[in-house]
C-alpha cells in the first residue's frame, strides 16, 4: 500500500471510528485553547515535573490559568501500577496473545481502561509490542509474541478497548527494544526492511488503524541513533509516513539532552528529570533549555508549538479536556467481573503441550481416586514489591509491567476445593526438594508438579537474571523434580509457569504438559478449570518453542554501559525477516513445538479452502468440524507464500486466524480477510510497501505453522485460473519446499537484505 494512499485516507478512516470526534475536530478545538499559552506554559505540558516522586508514574503539571488539571501516567500491560490491590492483577499480555480471541483482547482492553478512567488516569502506558526475538530476553511477557501481524492484531484490540474508554493508550516501546542488557545504551541495527516489515508493522496497526494516542520513544539506539533522538524515525517515519496524530513520549530517563531530542521530534519528557530521584525533580534536559535553544535558533518555535498541539489534540481526541475524573489511584475497581474475565483469559491461555493417553481432563475413575500436587509454584506466593521475588506460585515477572497484588489464588487451594467436588483426594508437598516429593507423589494416582522460570526488567536483578534470563532451564531445581517424580508415578503431569520457552528435557518422561504463562491474580482457578476439564483448552503459543540454540539470535550479557552514551552493547539483527518460525521454515529446523502449537480435549478437520483476490484484499474461506466428542474451541490459521517475484522472502507468513466454538460434530464456515496491507511488503528501493500483481499467492490453512494440511494457489492479480491450471484443496508436504534461486547476484542480495539507512 502506497503511504500517499494510507496518509490520503486518514479522514476517511478517522470518521468511522467509534470515538467522539475526529483527529481533525480535535486540532481545530487543541488550535484555539492553544492560542494563548505563554511559552513557560508550553514547556509545563511537554515537560513532566515530579519525576516520579508523586502518586502517578508520570505527570504533567497544571495550568490554573486555563483550567487545565495536568496530565497523569501510569504503567501499564498488566493493569493499574501502585494501586495497593484496588486495581484487578491481570495477566501478562503474553497470555492474552495465548488465547488468540480478538473478542478477549477486546474485552481485557476495554476493562483495564476502564479502571485507569475510573481513577482519573489519562494516558495507560500500555500496549507493549515488542518482537520475541530471543526467548531468553526479559520483557517477553508484556507483549504479544514473534509474529509481526499478530503482535500489531494484539496490540490493536487491546488499544481499542483501552481507548473506548477514553484512555489515551501509549503504544510502545519504538522500536526495536527486544532485549533488556544496557537498553539504555545499545544499539539495535535493523536492516531497512526488517525495520518496516517486522518491528513496524505493530505500530503501523495501532497508529493507523487504531489511531493511538500516543507512542512511547524506546530506551535503545537503532542504527546508532537513540530512538528519542531519532528525527528520521520520530519525525519522518511516525509522524509523516504513518500520519501519527498523537504526541511521542520518552521511556523513563530516556532523555539524554534537548538539541537532539527535542529537536528529533519527542513531544514530552518522562518522567522530567535528569535522572532517577527526587533530587532531579526540577532539573531536567528539557524545561527552560527548551527556550535557550530556540532563541540560539537549535529548532524553531514552531517545534514547541507542535509538541504543544500534539498534546493537547490528543487529550479532545480522547475527551479528556472536560469532566474527567479527579487522579484517586486507589478506587477499588478489583471487581468481581475483572476477576471473573481474568480467569476466563487465564484458563483459555493455558496450552496443553502433551496429552498423553488422554491424561486429561482429571475425573474419579476406578484408576484415579487421589491426586499429588507437588512444587512450591503451586503454592501462595510470596508478594515483593514489583514482583521482584519467585517464591511461590508465578502470576506475573517482574518490573513496571506488573502490579500490586491484592490477592493470588494459589493452585493448591483451587485444585483441593475442586477435587473435594469431584470427590477426588488430594495430597501435597509445597516445597521443591525431589526425594521428598517422590516420596508423596508414589503413592498418588496422578501427579501434577508445578514448576517455573522467571524473567523481568533490566533495574530488578532476580537471583542472578538482571531482567534477561541466564538460560532456558527451569529454576529452582524444577527439572530434577519433575524427573523424581516421573520416575516413581507413570501418570505425571507438568504445570509451567513462565515468561516463555523452557527446556523439556522431560517431555518425553510425563504424560501430560499445560504450558499456563503467567496468569495473574487468578491463577490458580483458571488453571484448575483446564485440569477438571470444566474449561477445554484452547490456547496456542504466540511463538516458536525450541531448544536456545536453534534460534537464529541471543541476548547478550554484557557488563553495564553508562545510559544514553557513545559505548552501546551492539544488537545486530542479522536474522532480518526471519524472526520466529520464519527462520525454521527457511532453515528447515524442527522446533519442540511450533508457533501456534495448543493442542484441545476434542480434535478438529480442516477443509474446503477457497481463495478470492479482490481490489481490497484477499477473502479466505474454509470449513472447521469438531470430529471429536466435547465441544471446544479452534482456531484457524492462515498463511501466506508470496509470489516469486518478491525475493528472499519467508516461505510462509501468518496473516489471518479466528477463534470458532463448535460443538461435537459441529462444522462451520470460517471468513478470514487479509487487506491490502496484509499482502504488501516493504520495497526498500521505492521506501514504500507494495503489493504484487504478478505471479501468484499460495494461501496455505491449518492449526499451526507447521500444520498446514490445506492450500490454495490465487492469481496475484485477481484473474481466474484456467481449468487445467487450477489448484485447491491440495495437502502441503511435511517438508519445507525450497527457495526458488533469485536470478541476480549474490552480492545484490546481500546488499539488498542487509541495507541500511542513515540515522
Not at 481513577?119 to 509481526?148: C, T
Request: charged share 25%; proline share 4%.
Amino acid at each position: 500500500m502506497k503511504f500517499s494512499s494510507v496518509l490520503s485516507t486518514i479522514a476517511v478512516v478517522f470518521a468511522t471510528k467509534s470515538l467522539a470526534i475526529s483527529w481533525e475536530e480535535a486540532d481545530a478545538k487543541a488550535r484555539e485553547w492553544c492560542k494563548d499559552l505563554t511559552n513557560e506554559e508550553k514547556i509545563t505540558l511537554v515537560t513532566g515535573r515530579e519525576n516520579m516522586t508523586g502518586v502517578c508514574v508520570g505527570s504533567i503539571d497544571p495550568i490554573e490559568r486555563k483550567g487545565f488539571k495536568g496530565i497523569c501516567l501510569q504503567d501499564g500491560p498488566a493493569g493499574v501500577r501502585f494501586a495497593k490491590g484496588t486495581a484487578t492483577s491481570w495477566q501478562a499480555s503474553i497470555n492474552t496473545a495465548a488465547t488468540f480471541d480478538r473478542k478477549l483482547l477486546r474485552k481485557v482492553g476495554e476493562a483495564q481502561g476502564k479502571e485507569f478512567y475510573q481513577r482519573g488516569i489519562n494516558v495507560a502506558l500500555a500496549p507493549s509490542m515488542g518482537i520475541q526475538r530471543a526467548p531468553a530476553a526479559g520483557r517477553i511477557f508484556e507483549s504479544y509474541g514473534e509474529d509481526p501481524f499478530y503482535v500489531g492484531q494484539c496490540g490493536l484490540e487491546v488499544l481499542k478497548g483501552i481507548q473506548s474508554q477514553g484512555v489515551i493508550a501509549n503504544a510502545k516501546h519504538f522500536i526495536a527494544n527486544d532485549q533488556e542488557n544496557n537498553r539504555g545504551a545499545s544499539t539495535s541495527n535493523v536492516p531497512e526492511q526488517a525495520l518496516w516489515d517486522v518491528y513496524m508493522e505493530p505500530f503501523y496497526r495501532t497508529v493507523i488503524d487504531g489511531e493511538a494516542g500516543t507512542v512511547m520513544a524506546s530506551y535503545n539506539a537503532i542504527n546508532g541513533t537513540y530512538s528519542t533522538q531519532n528525527k528520521r524515525l520520530l519525525t519522518d517515519s511516525l509522524k509523516g509516513k504513518l500520519g501519527f496524530q498523537g504526541f511521542v513520549m520518552s521511556d523513563w530517563w530516556a532523555i539524554f539532552d534537548v538539541e537532539k531530542s527535542f529537536g528529533a521530534g519527542t513531544d514530552m519528557n518522562m518522567p522530567g528529570g535528569k535522572y532517577w530521584g527526587p533530587d532531579y525533580v526540577d532539573d531536567s534536559f528539557w524545561g527552560k533549555h527548551i527556550l535557550e535553544c530556540i532563541e540560539k535558533g537549535v529548532f524553531p518555535q514552531e517545534r514547541l508549538d507542535d509538541a504543544v498541539l500534539r498534546i493537547i489534540r490528543t487529550m479532545y481526541k480522547l475527551d479528556q479536556m472536560d469532566n474527567y475524573p479527579e487522579v484517586n489511584l486507589y478506587v477499588d475497581t478489583n471487581t468481581k467481573e475483572n476477576a471473573a474475565l481474568n480467569r476466563k483469559v487465564g484458563a483459555d491461555s493455558n496450552v496443553l503441550l502433551k496429552n498423553a493417553d488422554n491424561i486429561l481432563p482429571l475425573k474419579k475413575s476406578k484408576k484415579v481416586k487421589k491426586i499429588a500436587v507437588i512444587g512450591k509454584d503451586s503454592m501462595p506466593p510470596t508478594l515483593c514489591e514489583d514482583m521482584r521475588c519467585a517464591n511461590g506460585t508465578l502470576p506475573l515477572g517482574w518490573g513496571s509491567g506488573t502490579t500490586d497484588f491484592k490477592y493470588v489464588v494459589d493452585p493448591l487451594s483451587a485444585i483441593t476445593k475442586r477435587a473435594k467436588k469431584a470427590n477426588l483426594k488430594v495430597t501435597s508437598y509445597g516445597d521443591d526438594d525431589a526425594k521428598k516429593a517422590a516420596k508423596v507423589a508414589k503413592n498418588a494416582d496422578v501427579a501434577i508438579v508445578f514448576v517455573q522460570a522467571d524473567s523481568g526488567e533490566e533495574y530488578i536483578t532476580v537471583e542472578g537474571n538482571a531482567g534477561d534470563r541466564l538460560n532456558l532451564d527451569l529454576w529452582h531445581g524444577g527439572n530434577e523434580l519433575i524427573e523424581a517424580v516421573a520416575a516413581v508415578n507413570k501418570n505425571t503431569i507438568v504445570v509451567i509457569h513462565s515468561p516463555g520457552p523452557v527446556n523439556v528435557p522431560f517431555l518425553d518422561k510425563v504424560k501430560g504438559i499445560i504450558f499456563a504463562g503467567l496468569p495473574g491474580q487468578e491463577t490458580g482457578n483458571a488453571i484448575t478449570d483446564v485440569l477438571f476439564g470444566d474449561v477445554n483448552p484452547s490456547g496456542h503459543l504466540p511463538y516458536t518453542w525450541a531448544p536456545r540454540e536453534d534460534y537464529p539470535t541471543d541476548v547478550k550479557y554484557e557488563p553495564e554501559y553508562p545510559d544514553g552514551g557513545d559505548k552501546m552493547t551492539v544488537y545486530d539483527y542479522n536474522e532480518g525477516l526471519f524472526v520466529g518460525y520464519r527462520w525454521f521454515d527457511k532453515n528447515e529446523i524442527k522446533p519442540t513445538f511450533p508457533f501456534g502449537y495448543g493442542l484441545s480435549y476434542t480434535t478438529f478437520e480442516y477443509s474446503d479452502l477457497e481463495a478470492d483476490m479482490e481490489d481490497d484484499g484477499l477473502y479466505v474461506t474454509l470449513t472447521v468440524k469438531n470430529t471429536g466428542k466435547v465441544a471446544g474451541a479452534a482456531v484457524p490459521m492462515i498463511f501466506l507464500s508470496f509470489p516469486e517475484s518478491v525475493k528472499d522472502y519467508p516461505v510462509r507468513l501468518f496473516k489471518g486466524f479466528d477463534k470458532v466454538m463448535l460443538k461435537a460434530g459441529q462444522s462451520k464456515e470460517v471468513k478470514i480477510f487479509i487487506d491490502d496491507h496484509g499482502l504488501s511488503y516493504y520495497d526498500v528501493e521505492s521506501e514504500d510497501y507494495v503489493r504484487p500483481k504478478e505471479g501468484e499467492f499460495t494461501v496455505f490453512a491449518g492449526s499451526n505453522a507447521s500444520d498446514l494440511p490445506l492450500k490454495v494457489n490465487v492469481l496475484a492479480n485477481g484473474d481466474d485460473y484456467s481449468e487445467d491450471e487450477a489448484e485447491n484443496g491440495e495437502e502441503v508436504s511435511a517438508e519445507v519446499e525450497e527457495d526458488n534461486e533469485d536470478s541476480a547476484s549474490e552480492d545484490e542480495k546481500e546488499l539488498k537484505k542487509r541495507s541500511y539507512k542513515n540515522y
